[in-house]
């Protein structure tokens, strides 16, 4: 029967090789990004109903119009960011963000021009943010291994296309922004009153 309280005689530190070390900090620095964009999932899953409910009350960073009263306290909450309100939208929208920076605009961007117009400022535009927000959840759907080898060109056709055409439309939201790199310009376009749309009580 061997002794096992003896110990192993003390080790050399471990060293990695010099040339290893930036694949390592890639790999690190790609997982964090999953760690992140899990905390997001689970922040929509781990919700309380309660919460969520009042989450759908009208705040300053969401229009009016885009808090509903069809959910229910008993009901699957909506994961659309036009059905958050307050902390959650500000969450969604700093995930929706990192993604339309680091991955949309350097892939899709496209040159700004009179026919295909651009905000710097698109998260002050409301339509911009739906549409932005139905884009990348489609991409993290179609995306992922379980859509099968054919997500990545679905998602395309059926979303990113037609998300293009309606976001650089020239008389999209970006109607009265920018159309020209060298001047930049942001404004927010009227939208028709509740009354003008024969909806007043």
Request: charged share 20%; proline share 8%; net charge negative.
């Amino acid at each position: 029967m061997s002794d096992t309280s003896k110990t192993a005689p003390d080790s050399e530190p471990f060293r990695v090789p010099d040339g290893d070390l930036d694949d390592l900090a890639s790999t690190l620095a790609k997982t964090m990004a999953e760690v992140r964009q899990h905390g997001v999932i689970l922040d929509r899953l781990g919700s309380e109903p309660a919460a969520a409910s009042a989450a759908l009350q009208p705040t300053d960073d969401v229009p009016a119009a885009a808090a509903t009263d069809s959910a229910q306290e008993d009901g699957p909450t909506s994961v659309f960011i036009l059905a958050l309100g307050g902390e959650a939208y500000a969450v969604e929208l700093a995930a929706l963000s990192d993604w339309v920076n680091n991955l949309f605009l350097p892939v899709y961007g496209r040159e700004i021009s009179t026919t295909r117009p651009w905000c710097a400022q698109w998260h002050e535009h409301p339509e911009a943010v739906a549409r932005l927000h139905a884009l990348w959840l489609a991409w993290q759907q179609l995306t992922d291994a379980e859509a099968g080898l054919s997500g990545p060109s679905t998602w395309h056709r059926d979303h990113l296309d037609q998300a293009l055409v309606h976001l650089r439309a020239p008389d999209g939201p970006f109607a009265a922004c920018t159309t020209s790199p060298t001047r930049p310009n942001h404004r927010v376009l009227a939208t028709p009153a509740p009354d003008q749309l024969g909806l007043a009580a």
